[in-house]
């Protein structure tokens, strides 16, 4: 089984500032960093430093050859990456608070230029149970999820950043959702507390696997195995910023290395909790051994 991940990859510059900026407000940064980043280029790190067999399909300018690079030293495969000398790499602006908290304004750039005849062409290269990734930061989301259902593609879906344009998916083609509280509250128009919000998801789409994230509060589980919960590990907060995307790539990748879903969400949080000490995005995702020793820590 391959996994194909079809997804961003930003250019990251991250200030830290003492608190978010307000509106009319103007402050001024203690630091500024430039990591790479991305939510698909993270989770295919992830995915790939967790030892999964992951392809990575998107779209970088000129300036974000070193994306490129960064992928091929966590063992992904960019054979479906592309190089356009028309748009800028995707950046992000992250502000980041005295507690690691975080809040990102995206710029598109490149990760806009996926077009359907690209999804057509590499989409051809894959099989019917094979597994596809998306998050919600590409162009031609909808087409992509459709043609990728007609080929019998398992297709995990993780709805971030969470917007109108969500709903223009057939969400009855999706397999697995990888998402938080608010992401979730969004999808099903809900205000409920998490154990009801998992229900409630569960109702929604009951075909599909629910991972629910809930920060230093673990996550949550639905699905064919049952109901599952998994604690978050206490660390020192640094920076936020990846920790989704560790959990996305560590769970999927330990799903389909045929472990349970109790141990691969204990997997996801150890990663998560190593990601979250450190700084940057994808520069914070921890290797597998890391992961692994982190335990007996």
Do not use: W
């Not at 560590?250 to 879903?261: C, P």
């Amino acid at each position: 089984m391959k996994i194909l991940n079809f997804g961003s990859l930003n250019i990251d510059y991250v200030y830290s500032v003492s608190h978010f900026v307000e509106k009319g407000e103007t402050i001024s940064s203690n630091t500024l960093d430039v990591f790479p980043g991305g939510k698909g280029l993270n989770q295919s790190i992830a995915l790939g430093r967790a030892g999964g067999d992951v392809y990575h399909a998107g779209i970088i300018g000129e300036d974000g050859r070193f994306l490129s690079e960064l992928l091929c030293d966590a063992e992904v495969d960019t054979r479906y990456l592309r190089i356009s000398e028309d748009v800028r790499t995707g950046n992000a602006v992250i502000q980041k608070d005295r507690k690691g908290d975080n809040c990102i304004i995206l710029y598109g750039g490149a990760n806009q230029a996926v077009t359907k005849e690209m999804a057509d062409q590499v989409l051809r290269e894959f099989h019917e149970g094979d597994c596809l990734i998306l998050q919600n930061e590409i162009s031609e989301i909808p087409y992509i999820v459709e043609k990728a259902h007609e080929r019998g593609m398992q297709i995990v879906l993780n709805p971030s950043p969470m917007d109108e344009k969500i709903f223009d998916i057939n969400l009855n083609h999706i397999d697995c959702f990888i998402l938080n509280e608010v992401e979730a509250r969004t999808l099903v128009q809900s205000d409920a507390d998490q154990d009801v919000l998992l229900k409630q998801l569960t109702q929604r789409f009951p075909h599909a696997e629910i991972v629910l994230t809930l920060g230093e509060n673990g996550s949550m589980y639905a699905g064919t195995e049952g109901v599952a919960e998994q604690k978050a590990y206490k660390v020192e907060t640094v920076d936020t910023t990846a920790a989704g995307d560790t959990v996305t790539g560590y769970y999927i990748a330990a799903r389909l290395q045929g472990q349970t879903v109790k141990k691969a969400l204990h997997m996801a949080s150890k990663a998560s909790a190593i990601a979250v000490s450190m700084e940057g995005a994808a520069p914070s995702i921890p290797k597998k051994d890391e992961v692994e020793r982190f335990e007996e820590d």
